[in-house]
C-alpha cells in the first residue's frame, strides 16, 4: 500500500514519521534537534531527512508548523523560528521533492491525531489543546480540522483570559510582562497565553523546575488553585462558543494536568450555566499525535 510522510515542526525538534496510507500505522520515525536554527537551515535539513525516508510508494507529504498557515497553505508567522514569517515552504517542497504537501498549525495536527485514533475518537466535536511554549489549539468536527473563514480558527492562547491585566509574578506583587514575544503573550495583553502556556507558568512561579512542578508540591502552592480555575476558564468559554464532547491536553504543561482532570471538571462544571452538558477532559494518548496528524492531512489528496 502506498505511504505518506507526516512531520511535526517545533522550535526545539522536528519529528518524521512514514505512515502506511490504508491503516495509518507508522513504519518508521526520527526527531532531529531544530534549537538554535533558522527556518531556511530547517529547511534544508527536513529536505535531506525526507529524501532519505521516503519510498517508492511514498504519495504525499503532510507538515504542522508552529504559526499561522493561510487558506492557501502558506506560512504566515512561525514566531518562535526566526526567519519563518513568509517563508515560501509549500512552494519549496513541492519543487524539491515533486510530491503533494499540505501544511496546517501544529496544534490542529495534534487534534487531528486525537479525533481520529486518540482520546477523543467515537466524538463529532473535538477540541485540543497544547501547553507547551505558547498556548495552541484545533478543532475538529466530524474528523475534519475548522479552519475558520481565513484559516486562523483555534488560537486559544490569544483568546483573552483578563483583558488588559498581566499574570501575577509573585505572591503579593503584580507586574505586567515586559516581554513582546507571543509566547509571553504580550506586554499585558490578558491572554491565555500569558497566562497558561509551560513559558507563562515558569515565569509566574520561576521555583518551578518542571511543569508538573507548577501543579504539585510546595515550590508554587500558592498558585495550584489558581492554575486550575484558570485553565476551567478556558474550557468554559470553549464549551459554551463550540459544545465539544472532550477537550484533550497535549504538550508538556498539558500533560501535568494529568492527575488535576477531576478537580478541573468540578471547577468547569461551577462556572459552566446550569443545566448544560460538561465536555470529558482527557490528555492526548498517543506518542506520535504531531506527525501522525500531519499524515492524516494527506487523507485528502
Not at 491565555?192 to 515550590?219: Q, V
Not at 486550575?228 to 465539544?244: F, G, Q, Y
Not at 494536568?257 to 478537580?263: D, F, I, K, Q, R
Request: with cysteine.
Amino acid at each position: 500500500m502506498p505511504s505518506v510522510l507526516g512531520i511535526d515542526l517545533g522550535g526545539t525538534k522536528l519529528a518524521i514519521g512514514r505512515f502506511a496510507q490504508d491503516t495509518w500505522k507508522e513504519n518508521q520515525s526520527q526527531t532531529h534537534p531544530t534549537t538554535g536554527k533558522t527556518f531556511s537551515m530547517i529547511v534544508e535539513e527536513m529536505l535531506t531527512i525526507i529524501r532519505s525516508f521516503r519510498k517508492e510508494d511514498t504519495r504525499a507529504i503532510g507538515i504542522g508548523v508552529p504559526g499561522l498557515v493561510g487558506r492557501t497553505g502558506n506560512v504566515l508567522t512561525v514566531p518562535n523560528i526566526p526567519g519563518g514569517d513568509g517563508f515560501p515552504l509549500l512552494d519549496t517542497l513541492q519543487k524539491e521533492t515533486g510530491l503533494p504537501v499540505t501544511i496546517e498549525n501544529d496544534s490542529s495536527c495534534f487534534a487531528l491525531a486525537e479525533a481520529v485514533q486518540g482520546a477523543g475518537r467515537g466524538e463529532r466535536v473535538v477540541i485540543g489543546i497544547t501547553m507547551g511554549t505558547g498556548v495552541g489549539g484545533g478543532i475538529i468536527i466530524d474528523g475534519k480540522i475548522f479552519r475558520g473563514s481565513h484559516g486562523f480558527a483555534a488560537e486559544f492562547g490569544h483568546m483573552l483570559l483578563k483583558p488588559g491585566q498581566g499574570p501575577e509574578r509573585s505572591p503579593g506583587r503584580r507586574e505586567e510582562s515586559k516581554d513582546e514575544s507571543p509566547a509571553a503573550g504580550g506586554a499585558g495583553r490578558g491572554e491565555i497565553e500569558e497566562y497558561l502556556s509551560g513559558t507563562a507558568l515558569r515565569r509566574r512561579c520561576p521555583a518551578a523546575k518542571r511543569p508538573e512542578d507548577t501543579l504539585d508540591g510546595p515550590a508554587c502552592a500558592h498558585l495550584h488553585a489558581t492554575f486550575v480555575r484558570e485553565i476551567a476558564w478556558m474550557c468554559v468559554s470553549l464549551t459554551h462558543c463550540l459544545d465539544p464532547g472532550i477537550i484533550v491536553f497535549g504538550g508538556s504543561a498539558g500533560r501535568a494536568l494529568e492527575p488535576h482532570l477531576a478537580s478541573m471538571k468540578r471547577e468547569l462544571k461551577h462556572w459552566m450555566l446550569p443545566k448544560s452538558e460538561p465536555p470529558a477532559l482527557a490528555i492526548g494518548t498517543l506518542h506520535h499525535s504531531g506527525s501522525l496528524g500531519a499524515a492524516l492531512l494527506t487523507a485528502t489528496i
